[in-house]
């Protein structure tokens, strides 16, 4: 079964400090692979895609995550967290077929203290 | 244009009641996803629409819960006899068209249900 694991549920950094979210998943194929962030109230936004290619993806704010195949990992990193980068962070997972539902892992809580 | 929106924002039913929550896509996506998030969970997935058809539903919990997309645009989520265990954020994505897994989803902001 598809699964996505983020082993870390809180994380605390310091303004202006590096940030790197844990990203592990279990799929039968290829899949794609998705960076979503949630702000409270807020649904939840895109930041950065996996589909093939480069290993290496770049997003929106800032951020960046890389696909390592032999570990099954989609690690996102910021080398300078903002204060507004507070909030809660999804790693999620889908399939190139028909009918792509996302498989989301169950979140990383972000803190920033300044 | 408008993003992806969802009313009731909150929600509040005494167990057994029965709730609509609706969904508005952005204009013209074709495929329209339903999730359901419980507090300090990922959103997990309820059931998808490709214009009106409901193609997966292998998600709904329950046949106490029941989408539709009569028209291929906006869609409800209609839950019946309403349970405590069903209290959660509701979310609502769109996206263009149902090509494989490249389409990104828009989140709407999601309905907070809570049942007493």
């Known amino acids: 079964a598809q699964s996505v694991t983020q082993p870390d549920i809180h994380i605390t950094v310091s303004e202006g400090a590096s940030l790197e979210l844990r990203c592990n998943y279990s799929?039968?194929?290829?899949?794609?692979l998705f960076w979503y962030v949630q702000s409270p109230g807020q649904g939840l936004q895109l930041l950065l895609k996996?589909?093939?290619?480069?290993?290496l993806v770049q997003g929106i704010k800032g951020f960046e995550a890389e696909f390592k195949r032999s570990q099954s990992s989609f690690n996102l990193r910021k080398p300078s967290v903002h204060w507004s980068d507070a909030a809660e962070y999804f790693c999620a997972v889908g399939p190139m077929e028909y009918g792509n539902k996302l498989v989301f892992g169950a979140g990383t809580i972000l803190r920033v203290k300044s | 244009g408008a993003g992806v929106s969802q009313s009731p924002r909150y929600k509040v039913a005494k167990r057994g009641q029965d709730v609509a929550l609706r969904c508005d896509p952005i204009s013209g996506h074709v495929s329209l996803f339903w999730y359901q998030q419980a507090l300090g969970q990922g959103p997990e997935f309820l059931t998808y629409f490709q214009n009106e058809a409901q193609l997966d539903k292998s998600g709904l919990p329950s046949d106490r819960f029941f989408a539709e997309r009569p028209e291929g645009s906006v869609s409800t989520l209609k839950i019946q006899r309403t349970q405590q265990e069903d209290s959660a954020v509701y979310l609502c994505?769109?996206?263009?068209?149902?090509?494989?897994?490249?389409?990104?989803?828009?989140f709407g902001p999601g309905t907070r249900l809570t049942v007493l």
């Open positions: 994505a769109s996206s263009l068209n149902s090509g494989p897994g490249s389409n990104e989803q828009f």
């Open positions: 996996y589909f093939s290619g480069d290993t």
């Open positions: 799929y039968g194929a290829t899949p794609y």
